[in-house]
């Protein structure tokens, strides 16, 4: 009789289960997009090796003086070791060679050219140890014109259609209030790196992943371009609400706050009028049939305001849940909570540093075989050369 493994709740589990267990990943990574993606990878239980410049990723720094741990270092680097080599130098080049040559996967996101410079280039390095995992992130592809312009997040916003989409329409285009592309590169490198590892394990060949921001954020808007192409209309900005269904995403204000509310199917808008007490709104001839909701949007939210003005954020949310009805509470920062509004009580991680006290910021945004989400300390700067060079004197090359 064959043995089926129990559920994971009655087993067992420790970092000593996490997934990637015993991987090596070597980062060269400024900012986000890398060391994102390599924070992913640790969260997932690989050892992480962080080479630094002399003066530290520049994540350290931007933006922040009290101490080398910034707010952009603090998210994207716990529990990653960090090895200063100065790739100026033809010692430290051989050096970071052999080390990436024991690494099951390297990152980098530098400027086109740089690693191809230092001889830590894709085809070199994988000659060297034909098991890698290469992956690479670029602001505009790796060849080309445009390759040779700096790939910051704004600029992806821009070029790519999605700051033409963002804001009123009566205003300026408007960027994405985070650095949205950023976070989504090391998503997408993220899963490239998980995919090569799954076929290495099958054919025992490693691969180059490439990812730049540009292709990832113009993939971002695909819903809009499917419109765009079966339409033929350009999609421009309008704000809060979507110009081709109503209410969707309208916002609306309540006693505390304001709600976020979508129902324009001919099922979700009856379930909405009915909830808050204004069935007849369902059969006026201006907002019975979508398009009549669209060509009368500003008529309906004040109907809808008049409605739900009386009642919390809170309490309009649980009648309109209860009705099946699309809502979400505008909240800020300080009002998302461990455990409220459907937030994991353990989504939020501690992250340490020498000199600090820890501070709390979310861990990822998934478990497997309920293995705890990872804090941890960030490296002081080169805190673990020494160690790791001297692994790199014992260890074999060429995994």
């Not at 799954?198 to 054919?203: A, E, I, L, P």
Request: some cysteine; charged content about 20%.
């Amino acid at each position: 009789m064959s043995q089926t493994r129990p559920p994971f709740h009655d087993v067992q589990v420790t970092d000593e289960d996490a997934p990637l267990k015993g991987l090596r990943v070597v980062e060269f990574g400024q900012f986000i997009a890398a060391p994102a993606a390599a924070q992913a990878l640790v969260d997932l239980g690989a050892d992480v090796i962080k080479i630094e410049p002399p003066a530290g990723d520049t994540a350290r720094a931007a933006g922040w003086t009290r101490d080398a741990y910034g707010p952009m270092f603090t998210a994207y680097n716990r529990c990653k070791r960090s090895v200063v080599l100065d790739l100026r130098t033809e010692k430290d080049r051989d050096l970071a060679r052999k080390l990436a040559c024991t690494a099951d996967v390297l990152l980098h996101n530098t400027r086109p050219g740089v690693m191809e410079k230092a001889g830590l280039d894709a085809a070199t390095l994988m000659k060297l140890a034909p098991r890698l995992i290469y992956g690479q992130v670029s602001g505009f592809g790796q060849t080309g014109p445009a390759s040779v312009r700096p790939g910051f997040d704004i600029a992806a916003q821009a070029e790519s259609g999605m700051m033409s989409l963002n804001g009123r329409g009566d205003d300026d285009p408007t960027r994405v209030g985070f650095t949205a592309v950023d976070s989504m590169a090391a998503h997408a490198l993220t899963i490239g790196v998980l995919a090569a590892l799954v076929r290495r394990s099958v054919s025992g060949r490693g691969s180059l992943v490439d990812v730049s921001l540009i292709d990832v954020a113009v993939e971002a808007l695909t819903n809009v371009w499917a419109e765009y192409r079966l339409s033929g209309v350009l999609p421009l900005r309008c704000g809060n609400g979507q110009p081709r269904v109503a209410p969707a995403a309208d916002v609306i204000t309540t006693a505390d706050g304001m709600v976020v509310v979508s129902a324009y199917t001919q099922e979700h808008f009856p379930r909405l009028c009915a909830a808050i007490g204004r069935p007849e709104m369902a059969s006026d001839p201006r907002f019975a049939e979508n398009a009549g909701r669209v060509l009368n949007r500003a008529a309906l939210r004040v109907e809808l305001g008049e409605a739900m003005s009386h009642m919390t954020s809170d309490a309009l949310c649980d009648l309109l849940t209860q009705a099946g009805v699309v809502v979400g509470a505008v909240r800020t920062m300080a009002e998302v909570l461990p455990g409220k509004a459907g937030v994991s009580n353990d989504l939020f991680v501690e992250v340490g540093a020498a000199g600090r006290d820890a501070v709390q910021i979310p861990g990822m945004p998934l478990k497997i075989d309920g293995v705890a989400r990872r804090g941890g300390q960030l490296p002081a700067l080169g805190q673990h050369t020494a160690e790791v060079l001297a692994e790199l004197l014992d260890g074999p090359l060429n995994r």
